[in-house]
Structures are given as structure tokens and as C-alpha cells.
Nanobody, 117 residues
Framework: QVQLVESGGGLVQPGGSLRLSCAAS????????MSWYRQAPGKERELVAV????????NYADSVKGRFTISRDNAKNTVYLQMNSLKPEDTAVYYC??????????WGQGTQVTVPS
């Protein structure tokens, strides 16, 4: 069965770093565009970063440009989000997403990132 399992979340002080991982199984990972979304309490889900299937193209929300880096290792079926210079406004549940034209979309269960004020 298909699974996307996020890990690496936690509590980090402002200015600190975290590396999130999303391990995929049950589908052909290398065919999928992978993304990280986040949702803070009382706010809409926000697209944070996206990476193309081969890793050759990335895009970021303006709020995280220069601080976050999305990457993937297709041999390990894993997508990463390196988060540096974390701010309290980065506090959210972070979700891994995979999609491909003509194929089903998949979501992970989310991992909590907390950056206190």
C-alpha cells in the first residue's frame, strides 16, 4: 500500500534548524512531483516548497526563500526539507505531498514543527 511518512519535526529555538524527511513507499516515487505544505492553527494550508520528479527544478513560497531547501533522493524514495533560520511564524504541521499527471495524489500524516516566540 501507498505511504508517505514524515519525520524530523520538533521544537526548535528561533534561528535554529530542522531537517524534515518524508519516506515514500508503494508507488513509483521517481515519477512524482513532491511538495511540502504546512498548516498553522487557524490558517489555510500553504504550499512551502516543490521539487520536480528528477530534482531538477524547485520552487518556494516567498516566506521561506533563502531559508528552506527541498531535495530528494530517488534511490531512497525520500524527499527532504532543510529548514534554517527558523522563525516563530514557521510553526505549523508540515505535510508531504506527491502528485503526477494522470496518477493519484498522496499525502503524509504530517509532522509538527514548533518555533517558540
Amino acid at each position: 500500500q501507498v505511504q508517505l511518512v514524515e519525520s524530523g519535526g520538533g521544537l526548535v529555538q528561533p534561528g535554529g534548524s530542522l531537517r524534515l524527511s518524508c519516506a515514500a513507499s508503494g508507488f513509483i516515487f521517481s515519477r512524482y512531483t513532491m511538495s511540502w505544505y504546512r498548516q498553522a492553527p487557524g490558517k489555510e494550508r500553504e504550499l512551502v516548497a516543490v521539487i520536480s520528479s528528477a530534482g531538477g527544478s524547485t520552487n518556494y513560497a516567498d516566506s521561506v526563500k533563502g531559508r528552506f531547501t527541498i531535495s530528494r533522493d530517488n534511490a531512497k524514495n525520500t524527499v527532504y526539507l532543510q529548514m534554517n533560520s527558523l522563525k516563530p511564524e514557521d510553526t505549523a504541521v508540515y505535510y508531504c505531498n506527491g502528485r503526477a499527471v494522470g496518477l493519484r495524489e498522496y499525502w503524509g500524516q504530517g509532522t509538527q514543527v514548533t518555533v517558540p516566540s
